[in-house]
């Protein structure tokens, strides 16, 4: 505990500086193409709970005694989150054994046709905003909600390999919603060690980069603030070293870290999470980048690592 509150000492001071930068990172993009129709037929789609790992038969065990994550779980009690963590402690020493991670592909595809859906202010702790939003897209018309489905789905199947429960917000990327509330609340009640929203941002065609948000405190967050930054910043370092994708030149003043209190999955979390926006669609070279299903592998990998090396650190 000691080495982390150091690691976020040193970084705590940057992170408030930033904190407000006016980036454009959101839920909701500059380049989004607004709702045009009045449809009513879409529901919301449910999360999709994962199955415990079936493997067994592995017999070295975790040294993971974490403390905060009990804490976690017990606010929010889950019979499968308790069994699925004793089952793995006692078949694999990976840090994300037995894991309860949630993750939040950013948008949906069916946002764009369900205004009534999407366009319903809901309160996020300090205001209100929209329940959902379209998300960017490539200049090509690559939608940011099919690469942050794909992302999440490839990043699932690293997780579970390294034997992760994983829960995800949305089931497809054919319906519309569900609201940032309730992406929030599915983490929540999963009793979640982490959680991370995949997004892909829509800033200026000279703009390059990617770049984590963390939760500043909004009151009833505050207990996540802490860990979420330090989770940010493993994310960021793995991020940086396995995909080639360059940190921001637009916002997080190099460091590739915001903190806001803006982002209502951030405000309404109970468990440690952060954004993740991938790189810049409206730029070719990270729209290449952000294409590529090789890179789109690669960027799985690296999100697992920095989870793994921030749940061996917290742990
Ligand atoms: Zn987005």
């Not at 995800?168 to 509330?181: E, H, K, Q, W």
């Not at 952060?274 to 999100?303: H, K, Q, Y």
């Amino acid at each position: 505990m000691a080495a982390l509150a150091v690691l976020l000492a040193g970084t705590a001071v940057v992170a408030q500086a930033l904190t407000g930068s006016g980036d454009n990172a959101t839920e909701q993009h500059p380049g989004a193409a607004a709702p045009t129709s009045g449809q009513t037929s879409a529901q919301a789609t449910s999360p999709v709970g994962e199955p415990e790992d079936a493997r067994t038969g592995v017999s070295a065990v975790s040294p993971l005694t974490d403390t905060s994550r009990t804490a976690s779980a017990s606010a929010s009690p889950s019979p499968s989150v308790s069994r699925s963590r004793s089952a793995s402690q006692a078949r694999t020493a990976s840090p994300l054994a037995g894991a309860v991670i949630v993750l939040d592909p950013g948008h949906n595809g069916g946002n764009s046709r369900h205004p009534e859906i999407i366009n319903r202010q809901v309160r996020v702790v300090n205001g209100s905003k929209a329940c959902d939003t379209t998300g960017t897209e490539t200049d090509d018309g690559d939608p940011e909600h099919e690469f942050t489905w794909d992302l999440a789905v490839r990043l699932r199947t690293v997780l579970r390999e390294r034997g992760a429960t994983v829960v995800l917000t949305r089931g497809s990327n054919t319906g519309a919603g569900p609201c940032i509330t309730e992406r929030a609340a599915i983490g929540n009640r999963a009793g979640a060690d982490l959680a991370i929203s995949l997004h892909a941002d829509g800033a200026g065609s000279s703009d390059r980069g990617f770049h984590l948000i963390a939760p500043g405190s909004v009151g009833s967050n505050s207990s996540i603030v802490t860990p979420s930054k330090h989770l940010a910043i493993a994310v960021r370092n793995a991020f940086e070293k396995g995909t080639g994708m360059p940190r921001s030149t637009y916002t997080g003043s190099g460091k590739a870290l915001t903190v806001r209190t803006d982002l209502g999955g951030l405000n309404l979390s109970t468990v440690p999470k952060v954004f993740l926006e991938c790189g810049n669609m409206r730029n070719a070279t990270d729209a290449g980048l952000l294409g590529s299903p090789s890179w789109r592998d690669r960027a799985a990998r690296a999100i697992a690592d920095g989870m793994a090396t921030h749940l061996a650190a917290t742990g």
